[in-house]
């Protein structure tokens, strides 16, 4: 798998349906975009039967446009002598426009889809309904659905989704009703929110992306403000060592270390602070914890620092540029205290530090967000939120939960507490005050292991320490993290993730030497 898998920009389905129409207003007709579609999925459905003996391919067809792009990869198909059959969910005459004249095109039979026989069949194409989808889907269209996921667990048989999984709602990733489950989908120009959000993403099976003629120039007018979270999206704000640099020139990060029993998920993000890049990086430390922190840590530096004065006193250094807290700290005032010293105003008023607050740093502020803002609000430089599904309830309650998606929701959070945050889990969202948002393309399930997530907060610290842009390093941070995790692959446990950070830094800067 390429590290840039698939074009930047991500559509949610209106946008699309924008860049559809300006693309035919431009003189390229609706018709030969379709046929490029169709031509699109025909390549991905002949390359999955090279791998097996059979050439026999169903074609379920719906209503609208999704079911012309089935008629059109039917007729193709049938050119490569493939053994077609197609099932429509509508009589081809009752539909319009390029769908009709796709449909009149077929000259072969077509099947009732609800009384279609499933047996028989190498390969299915799922060509009922794509980014139209307009409710949920019901009646026989639904049971043909439940019958076809049915079928595909019992015998094997391969599922081909045009465009997205039918049922899937292409801008929330949510299942519309029922949805098919797809062992491949087909989309076009651009990933749509739906193809990366859960549950959508489980429904896709391998993504492709194709071109069909639509130009990138059209984006000029749409203006997407959701990008896939790959290298391509931050590559060129990448911190790199510099010839005449000095470690003080790549920044120094603070981590703030729990109590004596407490201790080691601040060590996991100091350790990955370093692996991530920060010249220097010192694990504040409360009194009682010291003996526990001195044995256990070597590159990282440790300065006792007791509580909130102490912490006060150790960020009265401006070179300190980065501080992280959360892991470990347990939940109450003594922790709120620390967040209002770490986001309290710089003491030099040039100087810049931006924060990054997880776990035990955003509980302490459950039900408090508007205390949270305000601190925020007025502090000395960019500051990350990094809950998980969890601490986003219970920081944010209700108030994050307009709209159907958790990008919706990790927007929201943005706008609501003025930083940037990341809303973790498989599908981590990365969103900005701004609007801009990134969704992680590829995550690692071997990620869900106790103190990945504090390893996340000290990478993001590392990067942020470099002077990276913000989004740009809570982005990156989110997707080193999940790079680290599948190049570990299985057995993996927290303290694995910056050990194979170097792996990852070297994949990156050979495509920045390949870039340049
Ligand atoms: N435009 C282009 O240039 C290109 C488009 N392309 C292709 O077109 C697809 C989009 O086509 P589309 O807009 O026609 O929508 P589509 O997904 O086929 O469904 C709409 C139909 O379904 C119906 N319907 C909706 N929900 C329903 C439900 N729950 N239950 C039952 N019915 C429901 C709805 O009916 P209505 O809501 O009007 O009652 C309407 O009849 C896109 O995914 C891509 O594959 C490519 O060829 C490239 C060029
Ligand atoms: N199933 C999964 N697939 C991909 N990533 C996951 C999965 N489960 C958890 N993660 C990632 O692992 C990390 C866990 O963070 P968190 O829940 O804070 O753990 P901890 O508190 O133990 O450090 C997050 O970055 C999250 O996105
Ligand atoms: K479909």
Redesign the pocket.
């Given at each position: 798998m390429p590290l840039d898998p698939f074009p930047t920009e991500i559509l949610t389905t209106e946008e699309m349906a924008r860049a559809d129409r300006l693309t035919i207003e431009s003189g390229l007709p609706g018709k030969e975009l379709m046929k490029n579609a169709a031509a699109a999925l025909v390549s991905v459905v002949t390359r999955m039967l090279q791998t097996s003996s059979g050439r026999r391919v169903l074609v379920l067809c719906g209503p609208g446009n999704?079911g012309g792009d089935g008629y059109v990869a039917a007729r193709l198909l049938r050119q490569a002598r493939m053994k077609l059959r197609v099932g429509a969910l509508t009589p081809p005459s009752n539909l319009r426009g390029d769908a009709l004249a796709a449909a009149a095109a077929w000259d072969g039979a077509v099947e009732p889809a609800e009384a279609c026989l499933l047996a028989n069949a190498d390969i299915v194409i799922?060509?009922?309904?794509?980014t139209g989808l307009a409710r949920d889907i019901e009646g026989k269209a639904a049971d043909l659905i439940r019958r076809l996921n049915q079928y595909r667990r019992e015998s094997g048989v391969r599922v081909v989704?045009?465009?997205?999984?039918?049922g899937i709602d292409g801008s929330s990733g949510a299942v519309r009703g029922v949805a098919?489950e797809a062992d491949a989908t087909v989309t076009f120009f651009r990933l749509k929110n739906g193809h990366l959000l859960l549950p959508g993403r489980l429904h896709c099976g391998e993504l492709t992306c194709a071109h069909i003629g639509i130009r990138s120039a059209v984006l000029g007018e749409i203006k997407p403000q959701t990008f896939v979270n790959a290298p391509g999206l931050w590559r060129n704000l990448l911190p790199l060592p510099r010839v005449d640099g000095h470690k003080y020139s790549r920044g120094h990060a603070v981590v703030v270390s729990g109590g004596f029993s407490f201790t080691g998920a601040a060590r996991l993000a100091a350790q990955a602070a370093l692996r991530t890049g920060a010249g220097l990086v010192t694990l504040a430390s409360p009194r009682d914890a010291m003996a526990a922190n001195a044995p256990a840590l070597t590159s990282v530096m440790l300065r006792e620092a007791e509580g909130a004065e102490g912490l006060a006193a150790l960020l009265s250094d401006a070179r300190k540029n980065v501080v992280a807290l959360g892991p470990g700290l347990g939940v109450g005032e003594a922790t709120r205290r620390l967040v209002e010293t770490a986001l309290e105003p710089a003491p030099e008023p040039d100087a810049k530090r931006a924060i990054v607050l997880d776990a035990d740093a955003l509980t302490s502020f459950a039900g408090e967000l508007e205390t949270l803002r305000r601190l925020i609000a007025k502090a000395p430089g960019a500051v990350v939120l990094t809950p998980h599904a969890g601490e986003f309830a219970r920081l944010f309650g209700d108030a994050a939960n307009d709209g159907p998606s958790k990008l919706d929701h990790a927007r929201n959070a943005a706008r609501l507490s003025g930083a940037i945050v990341l809303f973790k889990g498989p599908d981590t969202v990365v969103a900005s005050p701004d609007g801009r948002a990134s969704i992680l393309a590829a995550a690692s399930p071997w990620l869900a292991t106790a103190g990945s997530g504090d390893t996340l907060t000290g990478m993001i610290a590392g990067l942020l320490a470099q002077g990276m842009e913000p989004f740009a390093a809570a982005s990156c941070g989110a997707w080193m993290h999940a790079r680290a995790a599948t190049l570990f692959g299985p057995g993996l446990i927290a303290d694995d993730i910056a050990a194979t950070l170097p792996a990852v830094w070297r994949e990156l800067v050979g495509c920045l030497e390949a870039v340049l």
């Open positions: 999704n799922d060509a009922l309904f794509g989704a045009v465009d997205i999984p039918s098919v």
